[in-house]
């Protein structure tokens, strides 16, 4: 999906936008985008020439849609773990057809520290989903249909946490919650990486970066619960399976490698890996084939970026 020549495209498209620029560092401004350093001063523009870029390039913004796609589904999951609810309204509205949550409710959680982590992960999640919203401006995607229920035991059934016909609910305890948390908090990394140069505009590189960052923080506070909970037969497993779907590359790394811990899945100079675009929409829709739907997405994402590989 994303060769060479469709890379040098993109970023001839996208460097010298200023429609881009402008719309972030206008609409970033009530997001406190300021916190990490932009000068906002003097950035006027109105939302009707911020949307006066070509529809049809694929730009820095397409990009940050496809981020806020999968800032949607985290959102909505651990939104209705924590409060039994999922994101507000005023949240989820954009271009696109906006969907419903299919599944989700509170999660009983009996210990103190994983209540709390999960609360702060829910808070990142959603001031991730106001960001990029409030960025992009005009230009932001709706949140897609979600499917936060079968799509669990579906992923279960593939990394052999339960056979056909039963039944894997997230919700259910504290050990189910890890593991559905553990699905997401890789591939949100890894996505996060895979995009990173695909983007060339540098305040919106500043602002994934920050992102990606927060995102580790939860992929390795989630790996290090696991493990000491001796869940690393189950997160193994299913770090197979995302595997599974996105290539013939052998990058996913479970929680552990010859029995030792392994909190940060890197390379041999500890680097992270990443997944481009269609490689992520392989593991969120849940097939290792070319699709525009499936898995956590029934109806697929929106935006521009909506194929697998």
């Known amino acids: 999906m994303?060769?060479?020549?469709?890379?040098?495209?993109?970023?001839?498209?996208?460097?010298?936008?200023?429609?881009?620029?402008?719309?972030?560092?206008k609409s970033a401004t009530a997001?406190?985008?300021?916190?990490?350093?932009?000068?906002v001063a003097g950035a006027?523009?109105?939302?009707?020439?911020?949307?006066?870029?070509?529809?049809?390039?694929?730009?820095?913004?397409?990009?940050?849609?496809?981020?806020?796609?999968?800032?949607?589904l985290e959102g909505e999951f651990y939104s209705f773990a924590v409060h039994g609810h999922g994101l507000p309204g005023n949240l989820t509205h954009g271009t696109g057809r906006r969907g419903p949550v299919i599944g989700g409710r509170a999660v009983p959680f009996k210990s103190r520290s994983v209540r709390q982590f999960a609360a702060e992960i829910a808070h990142d999640e959603f001031d991730h989903v106001r960001f990029l919203h409030a960025a992009l401006g005009s230009a932001a995607v709706a949140r897609p249909t979600i499917n936060i229920k079968q799509s669990f035991t579906a992923v279960a059934i593939a990394a052999g946490l339960i056979k056909p016909g039963q039944t894997f609910d997230v919700y259910a305890n504290e050990n189910n919650f890890l593991q559905g948390a553990f699905i997401f908090e890789d591939v949100g990394?890894?996505?996060?990486?895979?995009?990173?140069?695909?983007?060339?505009?540098?305040?919106?590189?500043?602002?994934?970066?920050?992102?990606l960052a927060v995102e580790a923080y939860?992929?390795?506070?989630i790996r290090s619960?696991?493990?000491?909970?001796?869940?690393?037969?189950?997160?193994?497993?299913?770090s197979d399976a995302r595997d599974s779907l996105d290539g013939p590359s052998d990058d996913d790394q479970g929680i552990t490698v010859n029995g030792t811990a392994n909190i940060v899945p890197a390379d041999s100079d500890s680097v992270a890996f990443g997944r481009i675009p269609g490689r992520v929409l392989n593991?969120?829709?849940l097939t290792p084939k070319k699709?525009?739907?499936g898995g956590f997405y029934p109806d697929g994402v929106n935006g521009q970026i909506h194929t697998s590989s």
Not at 32 to 37: A, E, F, K, V, Y
Not at 55 to 70: G, H, K, T, V, Y
């Open 2 to 25: 994303f060769g060479t020549r469709y890379v040098h495209d993109l970023i001839d498209r996208s460097a010298e936008n200023p429609a881009d620029r402008r719309r972030f560092l």
């Open 31 to 39: 997001a406190g985008l300021g916190m990490i350093g932009v000068s």
């Open 44 to 72: 006027t523009v109105t939302a009707a020439s911020a949307s006066a870029q070509d529809a049809n390039s694929i730009s820095d913004s397409a990009i940050l849609n496809f981020a806020l796609n999968l800032e949607y």
């Open 189 to 211: 990394v890894t996505a996060f990486k895979g995009a990173a140069p695909l983007i060339s505009n540098k305040t919106f590189l500043a602002a994934a970066a920050g992102m």
């Open 218 to 221: 939860h992929a390795a506070t």
């Open 225 to 238: 619960v696991l493990f000491d909970r001796d869940l690393a037969r189950q997160a193994n497993a299913i």
């Open 283 to 285: 593991v969120v829709y």
């Open 291 to 293: 699709a525009s739907r």
